[in-house]
């Protein structure tokens, strides 16, 4: 035991302890929740300096994933558009958005990002799980794809 409470601290991260998660296996765990949820031609992928970026489609919407690395302290992003601004009362789409954040998003949220109304969860990779990174997923896909349209009905310009 006394062995793995010096194996388990944790006071400097930078050192070995992130070293293991750099063969964690975030990107298969991704592409593989992709692979189960993508209702497309398949998804698509983009691997910079800066990450992982890739694109599906599931129902009618978008949804992109982002994977800044694969330390601890990197982030997994997940983001779907789901109404173009401006928007047909803005002030009501608003409160509309608010409500369903306090009550229906679970892990996401709805929020404005330029012209756009997205669903969004992010979450950094410290201690999440295969089974975290699928639920992030669909939940906003779903959430999505659940919305775009009627929000599209209720508030879209065109």
């Known amino acids: 035991m006394a062995n793995n409470s010096m194996e388990l601290d944790l006071s400097n991260p930078s050192t070995d302890a992130g070293a293991e998660l750099d063969n964690a296996p975030y ?11 993508d209702q497309g031609d398949g998804p698509r992928v983009s691997k910079t300096d800066e990450g992982h970026l890739w694109t599906f489609k599931y129902g009618s919407v978008d949804v992109f994933v982002q994977l800044t690395g694969e330390t601890e302290s990197d982030t997994l992003t997940v983001w779907s558009p789901v109404l173009g601004l401006p928007a047909k009362d803005e002030l009501t789409l608003m409160k509309h958005l608010l409500e369903k954040n306090c009550n229906e998003t679970l892990e996401a949220r709805f929020g404005l990002s330029g012209d756009q109304i997205l ?6 990779l410290q201690d999440i799980s295969p089974a ?7 939940i906003v896909a779903t959430i999505a794809d659940d919305s775009d349209d009627d929000l599209q009905a209720q508030f879209g310009m065109a």
């Open 27 to 37: 990107v298969d765990t991704i592409e593989a929740v992709i692979s189960s949820l």
């Open 119 to 124: 669903v969004i969860a992010s979450r950094i």
């Open 132 to 138: 975290e990174i699928s639920r992030i997923m669909t």
